[in-house]
């Protein structure tokens, strides 16, 4: 009877070394009965097929787990987060609107006549709109020091016969500003008229308005 099995510990000890590592991960039962110390072959039978209690990875599962998992995002934990959501796009910057600019609008003359003149009241409208420039000129100085200002400025004015200014003062003024007056007058007094060959001279009232308009 112990012949038979150490036959048998013998074909089993043969066994494993042609499976190899095939028996690896694998809890084998020792036979009752068979004491593999009594002939030396308990470490041998250890080394090829591993401990009983607890047997090498199964590398061939481990692989089929791993293909699962990328088969399967859920098992992997991958997919399981919340959608990515795009950031907010930011809504484009608008350009800051250009301040209002300085702006001189003249009326039309009101011209009087003491004796006879040939000025006639579109050659004396003309050359007062030639003073337009100045007078602008006039405001944005006035506006350097004081920002805001606005209103309309009224000059009369006296043309001899020569077509010279003979006087120049300010008539009415909304302005508010004596040296933005004294300004427009100036400008006033430099114009030059046509002559006239008659001996009268023009009486002239011109009102310009002040203000600051947003660009259209």
């Given at each position: 009877m112990s012949h038979?099995?150490?036959g048998i510990a013998i074909a089993l000890a043969g066994l494993a070394v042609a499976l190899g590592g095939a028996c690896r991960g694998v809890n084998y039962v020792k036979p009752k009965g068979?004491?593999?110390d009594e002939m030396g072959l308990e470490t041998h039978h250890r080394g090829l097929m591993g401990s009983p209690e607890v047997g090498a990875p199964d590398e061939?599962?481990?692989g089929h787990e791993k293909t699962d998992k990328l088969r399967?995002?859920?098992k992997s934990g991958a997919g399981t987060g919340a959608p990515a959501t795009s950031a907010p796009t930011a809504a484009p910057a608008t350009a800051a609107p250009a301040p209002p600019a300085p702006a001189v609008t003249g009326e039309a003359p009101k011209v009087e006549y003491t004796g006879k003149?040939?000025?006639g009241a579109d050659a004396i409208a003309a050359t007062l709109?030639?003073?337009?420039?100045?007078v602008k000129g006039c405001y944005e100085k006035a506006l350097a020091g004081t920002p805001g200002l606005g209103g309309t400025v009224a000059v009369k004015l006296v043309v001899n016969k020569d077509g010279k200014v003979a006087s120049a003062e300010v008539a009415s003024s909304t302005l508010g500003n004596p040296d933005?007056?004294?300004c427009v007058v100036a400008a006033v007094k430099a114009l030059a008229f046509a002559k006239s060959k008659a001996a009268g001279s023009a009486s002239v009232t011109?009102?310009?308005s002040l203000r600051l308009e947003s660009p259209k």
């Open positions: 038979l099995r150490i068979l004491n593999y061939e599962r481990l399967d995002p859920k003149s040939d000025l709109a030639g003073a337009d420039g100045a933005a007056e004294k011109k009102a310009w």
